[in-house]
């Protein structure tokens, strides 16, 4: 932190686990900072995910430093209880946030980084920083392909599934391989049809692989 002043905070942008757990870092050792989150409460993304799935990682990988998780916790966390502990988390350390915060820019100078936002959707603010931590995570901008040839009655990011659309659906197509495919793929449902589709490409030409077949 040599080439820096010292008299700005450290920027954090994004109160999901990553921010906050850098935040309590800093304030242990007395650096000022500042956490810009652009939702209304902290773990904005988490909340956007079913309260009632659970996370695939054991809830000894969610615990973040200085952490005590509820002891009866069931072992693989429902992100509802997840969305909880941080909360638990952000007061027991008196982590402060400000909320409706969305930052639009990163602006390198001489000496730190101007970083600008937008407070309440209303007029753009300037902040300056020494350092910026980007903690916005992944799954703060979803991305959907366009114009997929599949003309889907509903096409959702796997953040935006329910329990209720997968027990209701008599067709489903899931797009991706990955942890969240799985965890969106449907019980057996009687007369239902499944198709899985991976290796998508969203730049270029797109192109999907079937996973297996069609039914
Ligand atoms: C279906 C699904 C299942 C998952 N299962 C697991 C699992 O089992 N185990 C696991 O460890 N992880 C799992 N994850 C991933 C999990 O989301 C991440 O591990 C975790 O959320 C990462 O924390 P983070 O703080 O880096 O980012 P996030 O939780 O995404 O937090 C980012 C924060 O930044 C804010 N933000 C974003 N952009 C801006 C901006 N421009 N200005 C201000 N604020 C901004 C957001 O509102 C949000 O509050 C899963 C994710 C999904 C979608």
């Known amino acids: 932190m040599s080439d820096t002043d010292s008299a700005d905070p450290v920027i954090i942008i994004g109160a999901g686990p990553a ?10 050792r ?3 900072y500042v ?8 773990a904005g993304s988490l909340r956007r995910v079913d309260p009632e799935m659970r ?6 990988l969610s615990v973040m430093p200085d952490m005590t998780l509820d002891p009866d916790a069931p072992t693989y966390l429902p992100f509802g209880v997840l969305v909880h502990e941080l909360e638990r988390y952000q007061q027991q350390h008196n982590l402060t946030v400000r909320l409706d915060c969305m930052v639009l820019s990163i602006r390198k100078e001489a000496h730190g980084f101007m970083v600008s936002y937008r407070e309440d959707r209303n007029a753009r603010r300037e902040l300056r920083g020494s350092h910026v931590i980007n903690a916005t995570g992944i799954i703060s901008q979803p991305r959907l392909p366009d114009n997929f040839y599949f003309t889907a009655p ?4 796997s953040v935006d599934v329910r329990a209720q659309d997968i027990a209701n659906a008599q067709k489903l ?3 991706g391989g990955g942890a969240s495919a799985r965890a969106v793929s449907p019980p057996a449902v009687p007369g239902a049809s ?3 589709i991976y290796r998508f490409k969203t730049r270029g ?4 692989r079937q996973a297996c077949p069609a039914v």
């Open 205 to 208: 030409r797109h192109r999907g």
């Open 55 to 60: 996370l695939l990682s054991p809830k000894g």
């Open 173 to 175: 197509v899931v797009v």
């Open 154 to 157: 509903r096409w959702r990011h």
């Open 30 to 32: 007395n650096i000022e």
């Open 194 to 196: 499944f198709l899985s």
């Open 19 to 28: 921010g906050l757990a850098a935040a309590e870092q800093l304030a242990k």
């Open 35 to 42: 956490i810009l989150e652009k939702d209304s409460q902290v």
